[in-house]
C-alpha cells in the first residue's frame, strides 16, 4: 500500500524486452533506499512494483504483459521522468489517501489552464472508470494522490498546487499525454457492498446501482413502507 505523496522523481535507466514482458531498470534520483530490500515494493508512476535488484541509486523490477497493458509503462521510454514512492509503513503519515498501486486505467489530459500560482488539468477517464470518480473525492494520478474539484460526465478537474508541479512529472504533462489512474478503493468496495447478492447472482451483467435495488438490499425504504 501507499499514500500517494510523491517522495521523488526518477527517471527509467534502461528497458530489457523478456518474452512479453519488460524488465526496468529505474534511477532513483534523490530517493532514500538504503531501507529497501528485495522483494519490496516501490510505485513507478502509480504502479507497484517488486524490486527484483538493488544497486546504490537504482532499483530492477520485472513488469508482466498484463501491467503493460493496463498502463503507460508499455510506451515508457529511457531517460523518462517518474513518480517514485516507497511502499507505506504503521508510522508513515497518512498525507494522500489509501492507493493500492494496481492501476485501474490510463486517462487522457485534454487541457491544461493556469488558475493563479496553481494549474488545472482536465483528465477524461475510461467510461469504465468514471462512476467511480466523485467531486472532492480522491484519485490516483501517476501516483499522485489528488483530490477532484469538478466532474462532468468522464472529465474531471484537478488542482495543482506548486508544490506537486516541483515534486512530481506533473509538470511536464501536455494536453494529449496518456496518464495512470487508480480510483479510490473505497468507492470499489462500497458498489460491491450496494450490488449484495447480485454479483453472485450475475456472473455476466452487473444490474445499475437505483432507487429499486437499494430497496431491494435493505438500504432503504420504499414508499409503501413510508406511507405505513
Request: glycine fraction near 8%.
Amino acid at each position: 500500500m501507499f499514500t500517494g505523496i510523491i517522495e521523488a522523481t526518477g527517471k527509467i535507466e534502461a528497458i530489457e524486452s523478456r518474452r512479453g514482458d519488460k524488465r526496468f531498470t529505474i534511477d532513483t534520483g534523490k530517493l532514500d533506499i538504503s531501507d529497501v530490500a528485495i522483494g519490496d515494493s516501490i510505485a513507478c508512476n502509480g504502479v507497484c512494483l517488486t524490486v527484483i535488484e538493488l544497486t546504490e541509486k537504482a532499483y530492477v523490477a520485472d513488469v508482466s504483459a498484463e501491467t503493460l497493458k493496463l498502463t503507460t509503462l508499455a510506451d515508457i521510454n529511457i531517460k523518462s521522468p517518474v513518480n517514485l514512492e516507497k511502499a507505506l509503513t504503521p508510522t508513515t503519515r497518512l498525507g494522500g489517501h489509501l492507493v493500492s498501486g494496481h492501476v485501474d486505467g490510463q486517462g487522457k489530459i485534454v487541457s491544461i489552464e493556469t488558475s493563479a500560482r496553481s494549474t488545472v488539468y482536465k483528465i477524461e477517464a475510461p467510461e469504465d472508470l468514471a462512476r467511480y470518480i466523485a467531486k472532492k473525492g480522491s484519485i490516483t494520478v501517476d501516483g499522485i494522490s489528488l483530490t477532484v474539484n469538478e466532474v462532468e460526465g468522464a472529465i474531471f478537474d484537478l488542482n495543482l498546487v506548486p508544490h506537486t508541479l516541483q515534486e512530481t512529472i506533473a509538470s511536464d504533462y501536455k494536453v494529449g499525454d496518456k496518464v495512470n489512474l487508480e480510483v479510490d478503493i473505497i468507492a470499489r468496495y462500497l458498489e460491491r457492498l450496494l450490488l449484495g447478492q447480485s454479483t453472485a447472482d450475475d456472473k455476466n451483467t452487473q444490474k445499475p446501482i437505483d432507487y429499486a435495488l437499494l430497496v431491494n438490499s435493505g438500504f432503504l425504504k420504499s414508499s409503501a413502507d413510508l406511507k405505513k
